[in-house]
């Protein structure tokens, strides 16, 4: 096993653990930055390393019972779909040609920024539609966009790796502004675990997983989650998530440059 591969992995988890933020957003950079990985194959292989860990953290919320499930099945009627058309697409024009390879770059760069926002702006929304109850989406309305939001998100997704983490979570805390951050947390990742796991066998469908590199990910990221998990209540968040957005912001430069 390479052992760069495994730090990067700790690292990454660490950052995860320490700040919530989905792990698409930092590992999918540094695999196609840092180490060269093309970005269908760092996609394909960061979705199969989500599904995985997700699945973990599912059970954990469904034994809290901080999961709505109701929003869950929302969000799955839109984003499942979304991963397979997604899927369709890049199999028709060719995942793993330089064209497209250019425009999964691209798309990893505005789900990056998309996070950034996600990061620095989620508690003044939250703030605003708090104060604003006649601006919140109700009845079938509420349903329609959720389903919406979960097509968006399923393509992002499937295209990039990123987007069902820190953008989910922002999107479930404007049309579900009473849900407990648990909640959001526990929903968000529920949601993911189907998302992820069919845009994964997508792209081992169309041949983008390295399985030695997913496993090699993998036995570094497990103890920096739990490591990162443990000290995140003793460090300062806004400090941590203003780092990492600055961080963001330069990966996301250089992917598009």
Avoid at 3 to 16: A, E, M, N, P, T
Avoid at 35 to 44: D, E, T
Avoid at 84 to 91: D, E, I, M, R, S
Avoid at 110 to 123: D, E, N, P, Y
């Amino acid at each position: 096993m390479d052992l760069s591969f495994i730090v990067s992995g700790f690292v990454v988890g660490l950052l995860v653990g320490l700040t919530g933020v989905g792990g698409g957003s930092l590992m999918t950079p540094v695999l196609t930055l840092m180490f060269g990985v093309s970005p269908s194959v760092a996609v394909g292989t960061d979705l199969a390393f989500a599904s995985v860990t997700k699945t973990a953290g599912t059970a954990t919320h469904r034994l809290r019972g901080t999961v709505r499930w109701d929003i869950v099945r929302l969000l799955c009627c839109g984003a499942l779909p979304a991963a397979l058309v997604a899927t369709y697409g890049l199999k028709h024009f060719g995942a793993l040609n330089k064209e497209i390879g250019h425009l999964i770059r691209v798309c990893i760069a505005g789900s990056v920024m998309l996070t950034v926002l996600a990061i620095l702006f989620r508690g003044k929304m939250l703030a605003w539609m708090l104060a604003h109850p006649d601006r919140q989406l109700q009845g079938r309305t509420l349903a329609a966009a959720t389903i919406v939001a979960g097509a968006v998100l399923g393509t992002l997704v499937t295209i990039s790796s990123i987007g069902a983490g820190a953008v989910g979570a922002t999107l479930l805390v404007l049309m579900y502004p009473r849900l407990t951050p648990a909640e959001v947390a526990g929903t968000d990742i529920a949601y993911a675990v189907p998302l992820t796991a069919i845009a994964a066998a997508g792209h081992w469908w169309l041949g983008s997983i390295d399985w030695m590199l997913l496993l090699t990910l993998l036995v570094g990221s497990v103890p920096g989650i739990t490591l990162g998990s443990w000290f995140a209540k003793s460090m300062p968040e806004r400090i941590l998530r203003g780092m990492l957005a600055t961080v963001l912001v330069t990966v996301a430069a250089k992917l598009v440059a």
